[in-house]
C-alpha cells in the first residue's frame, strides 16, 4: 500500500519536531484513553493473573507474536498518525486498518487470513472472528471520533482468536494443555448457559481472556513507549 506509506512516513516527519511534546499531546487527544488502560498501569492486572494459574507453558506462549504486532502498530499507527487521525478520510482510515491487520496476521504466522470486513454491527460489538480467516469489524471502528488504539487492540484481538482456532486444528506448535485449554474453550462458548453450568462465562472463557490480553498489550507497549518518547 504505497500510498498509506506515504501518509505514515509523513506523519512520522510532521510530528518530529513536538516530539518532545507528545506526553502532553496524548493526554489531550486520548482524555478517555485512562479507564481503558488504567489496570495494565497500576497492577490491576487480573487477566494476567487468571493466565498464570493456567500454568507455565500458556503463560510462555500467551506472548507469541506480540512483539511484531506492536513494532507494526507503532509504525503504522505512529504519534503523527494518531494526532491526525481525525483528518483522515474514511478510505484512509480503512487503509490503515487494513495494513495493520495485514502485520498482525503475519505476526501469528496465520495459515489462513483472507482480509478485514467492516459492516455495522450491534451496539457494543466492535468485531468478531468465526475461524475463517477474516475478522468482521464494526464500523463504528473507523470513524473520525474512534481512538486509533481501540482499533488496534480490536484487531489484535479478534486475530489472536484466528489463531487460536488454527492452534487447536494443529496448524501452530501448542503445548498439548494448551491446546486442550483452547479446544475446551470453543465447546463451553455459551451467551445463554447459567453459570452454574458454565462459572466462566463469556468474559472469563480462557479464549477471552488470552485475546484480551493480547490487544492489551500491544496498546499498553504503544502507549508507554509514546509517553515516555
Known sequence: MPAIKEV??????????????IGDKISDFFTGLYDDVKDFFTGNDADAKALEKMGLNFVEQRDFGLDKC??????????????????????QRKELAGAYAAEVANAFE???????????LEQ??????????SIHLSNELIKAWTSPLEIMNTITHELRHQYQFEAVQGYHSVADDV?????????????DQPYCYDPWGYTYNPLEIDARYAGETVVRNVTHDMINA
Open 110 to 120: 496465520l495459515q489462513n487470513y483472507t482480509g478485514v470486513y467492516f459492516e455495522d
Open 70 to 91: 506492536t513494532e507494526a502498530a507503532k509504525e503504522i499507527f505512529n504519534p503523527g498518525v494518531i494526532e491526525n487521525w481525525s483528518d483522515f478520510s474514511l478510505e
Open 179 to 191: 491446546r486442550k485449554e483452547w479446544a475446551t474453550a470453543q465447546e463451553i462458548y455459551n451467551y
Open 8 to 21: 505514515v512516513d509523513g506523519c512520522k516527519e510532521s510530528i518530529g519536531e513536538s516530539i518532545s511534546n
Open 124 to 133: 457494543g460489538v466492535m468485531g468478531y472472528n468465526n475461524g475463517d480467516g
